[in-house]
């Protein structure tokens, strides 16, 4: 479903990617570790579409397009979603209406009917209540005044609502107490299926208990320099980095 | 250009010639011909059959605009304008007043639509009373019966001045002096039409009251004169809104609105004004000159300005309030939306007077394309203000690099008890925030607009629900081609 052949991108005219190579396939969940800067994050970004990444080299196949000429909004109609490590604060604009118009455009992208108020206040109850979210955070604008692990919820209840084929979690783990890793946990649950794929990016094997991964990758200075299965992140865990970051360099 | 100054030379001297041989302006027309000397003057109030009073009062104003000069201080930029290659006075070709809806001109009708201003709908599902101005004359009031009930006048300008004389004596001009500035002047001497509205005392208006401006007729200047008056007790939310069609010329509106509000009362205006700004190079547009002044003439008294500026090429415009009654209370809620070579200078002025007198002021600005918005606002607090109060913000956000945005506050104290607090921010939109919203399936322009209307939030919200609604769409609708 992600094919990512030999990718390469530039941060302002710096290689950050240098080689990736990753498949994904239906159904699977895959877990990238690595130390901080080597390069995680840019790849989620280059993936969702973000501006200021040059990919120099490579591609990403989404379901066999190739998704690098897309705009980011059309990825996410395609069903890609990302929980970013650090979400963004809209003043103004209540999560309600956020969600509202963001669960609109992905169905208009995908030829479905828009959701009127009712319809919409309909979804997101449920998937409130699913997660175990309370819904003062619904009124309140995007993101504002949040605490670190609130925002992170309300990441993950976006992505329930956006119900997306390709969920990349980057951090999403990061400060949170374990209530919170729970409400995580259950929503990548939520949406796991033998169609739906996730790319976990953490730290932190506590999390990989509760979302338990099919194959884990370490990313080192750009490129993922091992992979294998979930006991590679208690390994790592134990170990550090230390011996792929000197074998990358 | 060269051909323009041309025509203006020969209108020069067709006027000369006017005088020349006592050229007298033929009343049975439907339009004054093209320029601007006392006869046309002498025209429009003949038209409209005014009083002795009103036309000695407007040539005042024409005797008064020809020495003034052209107010030079807002930071906009703009060729001079040739006031006699204008049309002071037309009127559309149906000019028997119809007395319904059905015997409006199908076409006027039509374009109404076109705007979304669908008057049959706007009737029944909003109970919104609507006296819309087609060029410079009346086509179609509604709902006077229900207000009428009540007491309420809601009616042009030009008929109260025939069915109310002594109330339009007593107020006209009262809170805008024909001798203001320029343009307050210019409009003095040659308004053709606007609204009238006197609110009684103890009532309560059953409605929002809305009127739609508009400009049709190429080169009709358009002079509007709204006049309100809350008398002791009473409330009314007032709705002004505007659309103009597609034109390549520019177009002068000075348009003046006064408001009295006497003990206990209230005035709640709301502005969202889209006029045609010009294309993207900045030719043709509007240029909108606006004086808009209330008083709070009694103790309690209340006005609440709230505008949505999006439109026109040129803004100038600061709707104030005179806070004499003790206890009185002004705001000014302001969007000022400019894109491509749009041009803004807008603001208020709060003159406390009063004892305990509050202002409260709350400005938006968003620049986008190679624009130019500059907040210019005055707090005035006077030596018998004691224990006045003033808080101001501010708020710029940019959009692309550029534009400009410019923030003026004039503070003038002279009164140690007075209080005045003021916050001012400048922002640019943020890459983190656009993305986060397509991250999310929002288009570019669908995420701007979705930014900038949380960006004026607290503004939309003093806008009546239905107006909301529109400004909202209209904020996107203004910033398209500001991004990608
Ligand atoms: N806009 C930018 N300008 C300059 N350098 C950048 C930019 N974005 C990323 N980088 C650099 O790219 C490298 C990889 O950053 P990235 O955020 O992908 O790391 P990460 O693996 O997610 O790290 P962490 O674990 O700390 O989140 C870092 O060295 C970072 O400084
Ligand atoms: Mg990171």
Redesign the interface.
Known sequence: MLEIKNLHADVEGKAILRGIDLTIQPGEVHAIMGPNGSGKSTLAHVI?????YDVTEGEVLYRGKNILDM???E???EGV??A?QY???????TNT??MK???N??RK?RGEDELDAMQFMKVIREKTKQLGISNDMLKR??NVGFSGGEKKRNDIL?MAI?EPSLAILDETDSGLDIDALKTVADGVNLLRSPENATLVITHYQRLLDYIVPDFVHVLAKGKIVKSGDKSLAQELEKKGYAEFTDQAA | MAATVETVDQVRALADDKYKYGFVTDIEADTAPKGLDESTVRFISAKKEEPEWLLEWRLKAYRQWLTMPEPEWAKVDFPPIDYQDAYYFSAPKTTEAPKSLDEVDPELLRTYEKLGIPLREQEMLAGVAVDAVFDSVSVATTFRHKLAEKGVIFCSISEAIKDYPDLVKKYLGSVVPYGDNKHACLNSAVFTDGSFVYIPKGVRCPMELSTYFRINAANTGQFERTLIIADEGSYVSYLEGCTAPMRDENQLHAAVVELIVLDDAEIKYSTVQNWYPGDENGVGGIYNFVTKRGACRGKNSKISWTQVETGSAVTWKYPSCILQGDNSVGEFYSIAITNNMQQADTGTKMIHLGKNTTSRIIAKGISAGKSQSTYRGLVRMGAKAKGARNYTQCDSLLIGDKCGAHTVPYIESRNSSAQIEHEATTSKI????L??????????E??VA??V??????VLQQLPMEFAVEAQKLVGISLEGSVG
């Open positions: 969702s579409g973000r501006d200021g705009d980011p909004e990825r996410a109609g979603f990302l970013f979400p963004v604060e809209i003043p103004g604009v209406t956020f118009e963001a669960l455009s992905v992208y604008a995007v976006q956006l | 943020s890459e983190d925030q993305f986060y919203c397509r991250q999310r399936g929002i288009g570019e669908d995420a979705l930014v209307n949380g960006f004026c939030r607290e």
